[in-house]
């Protein structure tokens, strides 16, 4: 009885080793870095796919993909970058590993379900590469559009299985987190001590859990059509591809907040450190991020303004796209109100961080003449739409990631990376991103359509600088992602804390122990107080010596 209880009580790093001590771990640690190379591998695959999509687009006619895998090519990207990337990046990666160090425990509150949501996140990429080699991947796009997904010929139903497999492991990664900041906060930290960052994933899980069951039914029944013909969406049948729509975006919208509220913890908790200032307004942005999380899932259907909605519904979606702005303004004022008179410290990610607020206000702001009805008529469908997008969700989620990952990788492998080539790196991914995704702003004001295989001859220029724009943000995403993977042949020289943060986890070693904490950590009032890190490390003592 005793070896029994030995067994289960003894974590499973310390009971075997190798792979096996990998792949039953309950340490949320380990699984945050199981997620990050997973998700790395699928994240520089959908680059690859992004280029091949460009390169295309480069030039009228067939470049070097046919129409039909042009499709395909399309819908791989849109899946792998969406639900394999930008939903669970942040949260399942930064979210695992810092959570319960942030709010002072040893681990989450399910770590069985979070191991579990970990597997079923390989299981559903898994089978979304599987349909490409059965039957031919979908070309449908990521939105997996009715009637065309329920009568083409492709292998829909697989990449659509894969897509709900996905959403049981982002449901299961949002209860745990809820359950964890409820129940495992150490002694003494009230809910206004929270750091800025769990506090957007506590709001981000509720969102998770409570939207995303929306969309994985609507993904059953769309293979349930395919397979039993029962005629929901499909209208030489009698039912309703607008329902589809609906549905699809009372979940899809509600997900763009999904994959922008971590990322604006990883702000929230990275320009402070560096102006050595307290956030402003910390009050005023847990309201916001909570405000995001509810006024966000209302505003679905200004997807839908061409789809025959009443003036009436248009006005109302409308005025809740305006709504939402707001607390995303919010946020934004608080970061520059933070940076105004502080003792900066320029570092890779604070640099990201400032590439991030500006690409994210330009995609925020542009977002509001798709918000706005009449507007929205003229671009509706446009590369407008897709530079929109991208600004929002790469221009802000994909910087906060690389923000992230150069902020707490000291911590999470005790390893301090080269600065110059982390700038060069940042530079060019800036740099290509804007080359890249402005033309399109005008390509679609001009009228040009996304989605297309091809175009006609008056987009051609604008494609072709585009196209090199992409080749720069390919080479930046390498050159950064390189750049860490060189910090491994370095001794770990990172300390405990080489930026002076004042959060929870700069106050274990650099990597943290199994148990998070060698010594018990002292629970500081929000926002933390940066005198004493001012003095520590002051403009005469730059923060990458004392890292280096």
């Not at 791989?76 to 425990?105: E, K, Y």
């Not at 399109?440 to 051609?460: A, K, N």
Request: glycine content about 8%.
């Amino acid at each position: 009885m005793e070896t029994v209880k030995s067994f289960f009580e003894t974590p499973a790093p310390a009971r075997y080793k190798g792979i096996l001590s990998w792949l039953i771990t309950t340490d949320h640690k380990r699984i945050g870095l199981m997620y990050l190379y997973a998700i790395l591998f699928w994240f520089l695959l959908g680059i690859l796919l992004g280029g091949l999509i460009r390169f295309e687009l480069m030039f009228p006619g067939e470049t070097v993909l046919t129409a039909d895998v042009y499709n395909s090519v399309f819908t791989l990207h849109g899946v792998i970058m969406i639900f394999l990337f930008i939903i669970p990046a942040i949260p399942s990666i930064f979210g695992n590993f810092f959570l319960p160090i942030q709010i002072g425990t040893d681990d989450v509150f399910f770590p069985r379900l979070n191991l579990l949501s970990w597997y079923l996140y390989m299981i559903g990429g898994f089978i979304a590469i599987v349909s490409l080699f059965s039957d031919g991947f979908p070309d449908t796009g990521w939105t997996f559009y009715v009637p065309f997904s329920v009568s083409t010929h492709t292998n829909v139903s697989s990449a659509v299985f894969a897509a709900f497999i996905l959403g049981m492991a982002s449901m299961l990664t949002g209860l745990n987190f809820i359950t964890t900041v409820h129940r495992m906060r150490k002694p003494g930290m009230g809910w206004l001590q929270i750091p800025l960052f769990t506090w957007t994933l506590y709001a981000t899980s509720w969102v998770q859990l409570l939207a995303t069951p929306v969309v994985s039914i609507t993904l059953l029944l769309i293979i349930i059509e395919r397979y039993l013909g029962v005629g929901l969406f499909d209208p030489a049948k009698g039912g309703d591809p607008i329902l589809y729509q609906h549905l699809f975006w009372m979940y899809s919208h509600p997900a763009v907040y999904i994959m922008i509220l971590p990322a604006m913890g990883v702000i929230s908790e990275i320009i402070p450190v560096f102006s050595r200032k307290s956030i402003f307004g910390y009050k005023a942005i847990v309201a916001s991020s909570m405000g995001i999380a509810v006024a966000g899932s209302l505003v679905w259907a200004h997807h839908m303004y061409t789809s025959g909605m009443s003036d009436t519904a248009i006005f109302v979606f409308s005025l809740l796209t305006f709504v939402v702005a707001i607390p995303s303004a919010i946020k934004v004022f608080s970061w520059v109100s933070t940076l105004y008179k502080g003792s900066i410290q320029m570092t890779p990610p604070l640099f990201l961080s400032l590439c991030f607020i500006y690409l994210f206000s330009v995609g925020g702001l542009t977002g509001l003449v798709l918000g706005a009805a009449g507007t929205n008529i003229h671009v509706h469908d446009t590369h407008f739409v897709v530079s929109h997008f991208h600004f929002v969700m790469f221009g802000g989620t994909g910087f906060a990631f690389f923000a992230a990952l150069y902020y707490w990788w000291p911590k999470m492998f005790g390893r301090m990376y080269d600065f110059k080539n982390a700038y060069i790196g940042a530079i060019l991914l800036t740099g290509g991103f804007i080359f890249h995704y402005v033309p399109m702003f005008i390509l679609g004001l001009q009228g040009m359509p996304r989605r297309y295989y091809d175009y006609l001859p008056q987009y051609e220029n604008l494609n072709f600088f585009a196209g090199f724009g992409a080749a720069f943000i390919v080479a930046g995403i390498f050159l950064m992602v390189i750049n860490l993977v060189l910090s491994f042949k370095r001794p770990r020289d990172a300390a405990s804390d080489p930026w002076g943060g004042t959060t929870l986890e700069w106050q274990t070693p650099s990597p943290p122990p199994l148990h998070n904490f060698a010594a018990e950590p002292e629970v500081l009032d929000y926002p933390y107080d940066f005198t004493g890190v001012v003095k520590r490390y002051s403009k005469e003592e730059p923060i990458h010596e004392k890292g280096e």
